[in-house]
């Protein structure tokens, strides 16, 4: 067999570029520090960490533990409920008399009996649930959600970006119609819109919204890539041969356009992480059950007037570091895969 | 000698390369060249690609590409006893333009297709000379009709598409002798144009620098142009000079082992020895003889036919405005037979449809009418599933090997590939041994078949190429250009191994080129295109000496070191 000979492998473009990469100082940290990120959002989702999130393990908004802890309610009363007194003024009846006393009435019947924490390492929430799990776990839902939403993107993407630069003619100008059609809509109205057919709230529904309103950019770069591959003499010498159309397409064209596919998902990674804060922010984001960084900024919103900021500087730094991380990552990326660079 | 008015000592340039293997690759671009140019006299510097001679003209006009490349001390580089490599970027500019300026090759590159070459003329004498703009148009117009362009007072106002490309490369001309500068650099000012465009360049050139006794700097890879326009002669290899001499001495009595090499390998128009002369051959000390064996070419009559094109045409459509629609016809009934086992020539300048009819023929591009039978069946007619089997026996070489070839596959998997399409080779191991084989066969090592393209050099790519097609064992073989974008002296090996192959599998060549003497050398017959249709074909020894169209005579008279045909006379 001649497979056995002897042979150094010689570094293919992939190699050449992650040499590249591998000089690059800022882009193999920030690659460090998104590789640390998946690293905690894969535990995760394994349940390894933070999957007790919903406990409700400190007091209600307790202080983060290098802040110190408050200083203790007066009455142990852990939240101010309206007294009694209140209720008695003439005149006025309580409609919620009764739930109240009710409520008074668990409140002093569990007196702290899991001895809730005062302090907590990043805070607490309203409820006392631990802001450092949360922001992990909401870790895990925003960067599930940007990485698959810029995955459906892509593929969604490249594969009409392709078949509109590749075959021309009549199928581009079908294409580009859908794609004047999808972003002649203005975003937050496709956003709605796609969100009423979908009718129901979720990790899902947010990917499919942003996934199927974000391909139209990289419809656009794929199908120019196409249209300037297709006519290259390699793929004519590829016809030549007696390739299929498929194979030119994806096995001889695309890998010498992977390079703007790969930045393009990189890049549509950041924007859909930061399109999922502002849907949730919004409230068509995802549901109550599960937690992500727009889910604590919306909470946070309320709670700054009372001057509980941790929730939000937990959320927003791990989000700016994710971001900031990601697109060095992303640049460092566009300019090791550069072709000209070979 | 007179005078000198640039004079160059032991100009040594280093470039840093950041390929990514290692972390700072340093290549000597230039090692050690002194050479003088006299005051009104031509100088033609001579080398094949990475001989360091574009580097050496852009070192003198302060143009090196400045992170990377770095001028190592103990160069020298003096015009009229002035040293330039000290000088500041202020300094520089001032000189450039004024005193010394350059000819590109890209005149379609070169200007800026917004402005008209009015404006671009003016700009440059507004800026150096302090025209005003009544008296810069009215030079403008001048030097356009000192350049040749015919109706200045209207091309003034055009816009760079609107010229053709010899009327480009004439603007630019214009453009660098718009201060009357004293220096000229030409930086290969003709490779880009066709060769009835590059005889009428030279000429202006010759002519521009008699009249106002410049002196010129001359970058070119091809030896033959320089007999026509040069004085003295600069040979580089390597970053270093060769030889050095008078062009007549260089000519007539070359010293150096490459020189003689050079002159050698390109195909002589006279007679037609079986192998063409390689640079190896030279520089391994082995001076080969006179190869007195001449290998027939021509076809006689009773040739079996192996490819029959009738009425072949190829027309494209335009939209003009809203509903009209202008035709363009690329092919215009070309018919032609194509003997089996014998080579055919096309010749033709750029746009006369060579490469349109290599591209119907394998349709990789549809036909607007004709047929093309290839043993009674007419290709051109088949159903892409019946074109199937017909596929792997009509291919097709092209041009740019650098673009020919997928970047993301290695050699092996380029031969491999149609061979598995095709289902030739038992299994993927038989496959492997038939490209090794072929490879072989086609000159490249074995460790070759793990490389990508990328690590190749243009000869062996297209080598590659070629390797590629005869995986499928072809009939006809299309060599679209498939030289020309090559050094001479890989050009030669090239050649000869097209040779080699034909003789060993009886394979048909349509050879497509705008080299003449290649065409010559390389068929059997030979087929001159114009305007898409063909206007002669013969005997290819018959057509180059009695050629009876006159656009044949035409290009004919073109070819460079023609002895008669030389412009002003350096070389008798």
């Known amino acids: 067999m001649s497979a056995v000979m002897t042979h150094e492998t010689s570094p293919g473009l992939w190699a050449l570029a992650w040499r590249r990469l591998r000089r690059d100082r800022v882009g193999m940290v920030s690659l460090v520090v998104v590789c640390a990120y998946l690293v905690v959002v894969a535990a995760a989702a394994l349940g390894w960490i933070a999957a007790d999130w919903p406990r409700e393990v400190g007091v209600n908004y307790a202080p983060p533990g290098f802040a110190g802890a408050d200083a203790p309610p007066p009455q142990g009363s852990l939240t101010p409920l309206p007294t009694a007194a209140a209720a008695d003024e003439p005149g006025i009846v309580d409609p919620l008399a009764d739930v109240l006393a009710e409520l008074r009435k668990g409140l002093a019947a569990a007196p702290d009996a899991q001895a809730r924490a005062a302090t907590l390492p990043l805070g607490g929430d309203k409820w006392g649930r631990d802001v450092l799990k949360k922001v992990v776990k909401g870790t895990e839902t925003s960067l599930v959600v940007g990485m698959v939403a810029a995955l459906l993107a892509v593929l969604i993407g490249t594969v009409l970006g392709a078949y509109a630069g590749y075959y021309g003619g009549r199928m581009d100008d079908f294409l580009n119609w859908i794609y004047s059609v999808f972003t002649s809509i203005p975003y937050l109205l496709l956003v709605l819109a796609i969100a009423a057919v979908l009718n129901q709230k979720g990790t899902l529904t947010v990917i499919l919204i942003l996934g199927l309103t974000g391909w139209t950019g990289i419809f656009r770069l794929v199908r120019a890539e196409y249209l300037k591959h297709r006519t290259r003499e390699y793929v004519l010498a590829a016809d030549a041969i007696g390739t299929s159309n498929a194979q030119r397409m994806f096995a001889h064209i695309f890998p010498n356009v992977s390079h703007v596919v790969l930045v393009q998902l990189s890049l549509h990674v950041v924007l859909f992480i930061k399109s999922e804060v502002i849907l949730s922010f919004l409230g068509f984001g995802v549901g109550v059950e599960t937690v992500s960084w727009g889910s604590m900024l919306n909470e946070s919103q309320s709670e700054l007037i009372l001057g509980k900021w941790w929730q939000l500087a937990a959320a927003t730094t791990a989000m700016a570091v994710l971001v900031t991380a990601f697109s060095l990552f992303t640049d460092a990326l566009r300019d090791v895969l550069d072709p000209r660079l070979k | ?572």
């Open chain 2, 1 to 572: 000698m007179t005078e000198s008015l640039l004079s160059v000592r032991n100009l040594k340039v280093d470039f840093r390369l950041n390929d990514g293997t290692v972390s700072q690759a340093v290549t000597h671009a230039v090692r050690g060249v002194s050479f003088d140019v006299p005051v009104d006299s031509t100088v033609a510097l001579v080398g094949e690609s990475g001989s360091g001679k574009s580097v050496t003209a852009l070192a003198v006009l302060g143009l090196l590409p400045k992170p990377n490349a770095r001028v190592l001390s103990g160069s020298s580089i003096v015009y009229r006893n002035r040293e330039l490599l000290g000088l500041t970027p202020r300094e520089l500019t001032a000189l450039r333009g004024a005193e010394i300026s350059m000819v590109f090759q890209e005149p379609m590159s070169s200007l800026n297709p917004v402005f008209s070459v009015g404006f671009q003329l003016i700009e440059v004498l507004k800026k150096h000379l302090g025209f005003d703009g009544k008296r810069a148009r009215a030079r403008a117009i001048e030097l356009l009709r000192e350049v040749g362009i015919p109706d200045p007072y209207i091309r003034v106002d055009a816009y760079p598409h609107q010229l053709s490309g010899g009327q480009q490369q004439r603007v630019m001309i214009a453009m660098a002798i718009a201060c009357e500068p004293r220096l000229l650099i030409a930086d290969e000012p003709t490779t880009a144009l066709d060769i009835s465009v590059q005889k009428q360049i030279l000429t202006l050139l010759y002519e521009l620098r008699q009249r106002r006794q410049m002196a010129m700097l001359f970058i070119t890879h091809d030896l033959g142009l320089v007999a026509e326009i040069a004085d003295q002669v600069v040979v580089m290899r390597d970053g270093e000079i060769r030889e050095q001499g008078a062009v007549t001495q260089i000519f007539s009595a070359p010293q150096d082992a490459y020189t003689k090499a050079l002159l050698a390998c390109r195909p002589p128009l006279n007679r037609r020895p079986l192998r063409l002369p390689v640079v190896e051959d030279f520089l391994r000390g082995a001076e080969p003889g006179i190869d007195t064996a001449e290998r027939r070419r021509g076809v006689r009559g009773g040739a079996e036919i192996i490819l029959e094109v009738n009425a072949l045409s190829k027309h494209f459509h335009f939209r003009e405005g809203l509903l009209r629609k202008r035709e363009f016809k690329a092919l215009a009934n070309a018919s032609f037979k194509l003997a089996k086992g014998k080579t055919l020539g096309v010749v033709g300048e750029s746009g006369c449809g060579k490469t349109t009819l290599a591209l119907t023929l394998m349709r990789l591009t549809p036909a607007s009418g004709g047929s093309a039978l290839f043993e009674g069946r007419d290709l051109l007619s088949l159903t892409p599933e019946q074109a199937m089997p017909y596929k792997r026996r009509i291919q097709i070489v092209f041009q740019n090997p650098y673009a020919s070839l997928n970047p993301r596959f290695t050699a092996g998997q380029i031969l491999m590939e149609p061979m598995r399409i095709h289902g030739i080779g038992a299994d993927e191991a038989a496959r492997v041994n038939i490209s090794l084989d072929l490879m072989r066969k086609v000159g490249l090592p074995q460790p070759a078949f793990f490389k990508y393209p990328h690590e190749f050099s243009g000869g062996q790519r297209q080598r590659i190429a070629i390797a590629r097609c005869l995986t499928m064992q072809p009939d006809v073989l299309i060599c679209d250009e498939a030289v020309s974008a090559l050094d001479h002296s890989v050009q030669a090996q090239l050649l000869n191994l097209l040779q080699d192959l034909q003789d060993e599998f009886g394979m048909s060549y349509i050879f497509i080129s705008h080299d003449l003497a290649v065409v010559k050398y390389m068929s059997d017959e030979v087929m001159v295109m114009k305007d898409g249709a063909i206007v002669e074909m013969n005997d290819a020894d018959a057509i180059y000496a009695n050629p009876k169209n006159s656009y044949t005579k035409q290009l004919l008279a073109s070819l460079p070191g023609q002895g008669a045909a030389v412009v002003g006379g350096a070389v008798s």
